[in-house]
């Protein structure tokens, strides 16, 4: 080896132990800041923005996905729903589960279903001069796909749960002061975690790889946690078979 090479190998290796030495130097009990690994490197970038602009961006981010999977509890009043919902932009379909009863609903277009057991058509059935009427069109729902009319109370109150943009509206909101509070991994994706009022806001966990879609939510005041999964993962809707199908044509049994 020639004397210069032999002076530059010195070198550099001089130069690496200087370096790992400067790295474990602890100054004032604080490992140097130009020795930390960065935990944006190699992300999207996001982490490095302010998180109103963090929240900004996921808004957007799941706005514009074609679909995704809810999962998780919503507390709304007294009650606790319980979902897992496949949601874009024409419709949805999956299972919800309040009080004990489970029921599945699918929306295609503006045509919303409702599929549950009889004894979900039948809760509350059984009162007052209709009783054995509702009990008879609780054994004729149960099972099938009911049609629901759009002037039923029943539509409103469930159709949101098929709704992509109206239930992401409603649910990606933190309140409060809002800020970035570290990073952490969900599902095995790195995530930068934001909260309102330091989590009594709810809190969010942002994606740091790929679009930053939100991934998991701690709704403010305890009402509910979900995850967002399967974005941009396109499925299909298919109207039941008729002899899946019951058209009841008016107001249906309190459920």
């Known amino acids: 080896m020639t004397p210069i ?11 690496a132990a200087l370096a790992g030495a400067t790295c474990a130097l602890l100054v004032t009990g604080t490992v140097l800041t130009g020795c930390a690994e960065d935990p944006n490197e190699g992300t999207n970038g996001v982490g490095r923005l302010p998180a109103a602009k963090i929240q900004s961006k996921t808004r957007s981010a799941a706005e514009t996905a074609g679909a995704v999977r809810v999962h998780g509890n919503v507390v709304s009043g007294e009650r606790t729903y319980a979902l897992d919902m496949r949601l874009k932009d024409d419709g949805g379909d ?15 277009g503006e045509q919303l279903y409702i599929k549950a057991d009889a004894g979900f058509w039948a809760h509350g059935s059984g009162q007052g001069e209709d009783g054995e009427g509702d009990a008879a069109a609780a054994s004729k729902l149960g099972g099938k796909f009911v049609k629901v009319p759009q002037g039923d109370p029943s539509y409103k109150k469930f159709s949101g749960f098929t709704d992509k943009a109206l239930l992401l509206d409603g649910l990606l909101t933190l309140h409060g002061t809002l800020a970035t509070d570290g990073h ?3 599902a095995g994706v790195r995530t930068i975690r934001v ?7 709810g809190t969010l966990e942002v994606s740091l790889e790929g679009k930053p879609y939100p991934l998991r939510l701690e709704r403010a005041g305890g009402a509910g946690t979900l995850t967002f999964s399967a974005w941009g993962e396109d499925f299909s809707l298919r109207e039941p078979e008729k002899n899946e199908t019951v058209d ?4 249906l049994p309190a459920s």
């Open 94 to 108: 999956g299972s919800v589960t309040t009080q004990g009863a489970t029921f599945k609903l699918l929306r295609i």
């Open 184 to 186: 952490a991994e969900e």
């Open 195 to 201: 909260t309102g009022d330091k989590g009594s806001g």
């Open 248 to 251: 009841y044509g008016k107001e």
């Open 5 to 15: 090479r032999q002076s530059r190998s010195r070198s550099r290796s001089s130069s």
